[in-house]
T-cell receptor, first 117, second 109 residues
Framework: ETGVTQTPRHLVMGMTNKKSLKCEQH?????MYWYKQSAKKPLELMFV???????ENNSVPSRFSPECPNSSHLFLHLHTLQPEDSALYLC????????????????FGPGTRLTVT | GQNIDQPTEMTATEGAIVQINCTYQ??????LFWYQQHAGEAPTFLSY??LDGLEEKGRFSSFLSRSKGYSYLLLKELQMKDSASYLC??????????WGAGTKLIIKP
C-alpha cells in the first residue's frame, strides 16, 4: 500500500448505529487530519493530530470522536449521527504541522462516502 | 472572518487556455495552495505560492499577488482529463489551511 488509504470507501448507517472510519498513511508523516466535504462547500477541517497529539478540534459535535494510536493511523468513531452528517469524509497527512515548508502540503486519502439514514 | 472566493463553475474548450481566479481575506498569510480533485477522488496537490509572481509547472501555472489577496491557476492546452474541481487554499497565520469551495471546470470537445 502506498500513500493514504481509507476504509470503508462507502458507509450507510442508521442514526442509532456506531461505526468507525479508518485512515492509514504510508508516507512517514507526523500530522494527520480529518475533513468533512459536503457538496459545493469548502472543505471543513474537523481534527488535527500532530505527533499523535490532538492539536485542533474545530467545534466538532461529540458524536464524532477521533483516535490516533500512532502517527500512521487515524480513526473517526461515529455514533448517533444525524442525516446532515452525510458527506465525504477525507483523511489527509503531511510531514508535520509546524508550518514550515517543504512538507506542509497535504496528501489526501480517497475518502469515505457516508450516508446517514 | 476568513474568506476564500473562487467561481463555482467554468467551462472551456479542449486545447484552449483557462484561468481560474481565487481571492482571499485571511488573518495572516503563509502561502497559497491549489489542489485538483476529480469527481469521487481525493484532492491532489498542484502548486504552492508564497512569493509574488508566476510559478510554471508544465501546462499548469499559478500566480500570486499578496498585496491584492489574489491568485490564479492557469491551465494551457486543455485536455479532457483536466475536467475536475480546482480548490484554492490559504495557509493563515496559525498555519491552518483555509479552503475555498472549489471551481468545477468542465472541458468540452
Amino acid at each position: 500500500e502506498t500513500g493514504v488509504t481509507q476504509t470503508p470507501r462507502h458507509l450507510v448507517m442508521g442514526m442509532t448505529n456506531k461505526k468507525s472510519l479508518k485512515c492509514e498513511q504510508h508516507l512517514g508523516h507526523n500530522a494527520m487530519y480529518w475533513y468533512k466535504q459536503s457538496a459545493k462547500k469548502p472543505l471543513e477541517l474537523m481534527f488535527v493530530y500532530n505527533f499523535k497529539e490532538q492539536t485542533e478540534n474545530n467545534s466538532v459535535p461529540s458524536r464524532f470522536s477521533p483516535e490516533c494510536p500512532n502517527s500512521s493511523h487515524l480513526f473517526l468513531h461515529l455514533h448517533t449521527l444525524q442525516p446532515e452528517d452525510s458527506a465525504l469524509y477525507l483523511c489527509a497527512s503531511s510531514q508535520d504541522n509546524s508550518g514550515g515548508l517543504p512538507g506542509y502540503e497535504q496528501y489526501f486519502g480517497p475518502g469515505t462516502r457516508l450516508t446517514v439514514t | 472572518g476568513q474568506n476564500i472566493d473562487q467561481p463555482t463553475e467554468m467551462t472551456a474548450t479542449e486545447g484552449a487556455i483557462v484561468q481560474i481566479n481565487c481571492t482571499y481575506q485571511t488573518s495572516g498569510f503563509n502561502g497559497l495552495f491549489w489542489y485538483q480533485q476529480h469527481a469521487g477522488e481525493a484532492p491532489t496537490f498542484l502548486s504552492y505560492n508564497v512569493l509574488d509572481g508566476l510559478e510554471e509547472k508544465g501546462r499548469f501555472s499559478s500566480f500570486l499577488s499578496r498585496s491584492k489577496g489574489y491568485s490564479y491557476l492557469l491551465l494551457k492546452e486543455l485536455q479532457m482529463k483536466d475536467s475536475a474541481s480546482y480548490l484554492c487554499a490559504v495557509l493563515d497565520s496559525n498555519y491552518q489551511l483555509i479552503w475555498g469551495a472549489g471551481t468545477k471546470l468542465i472541458i468540452k470537445p
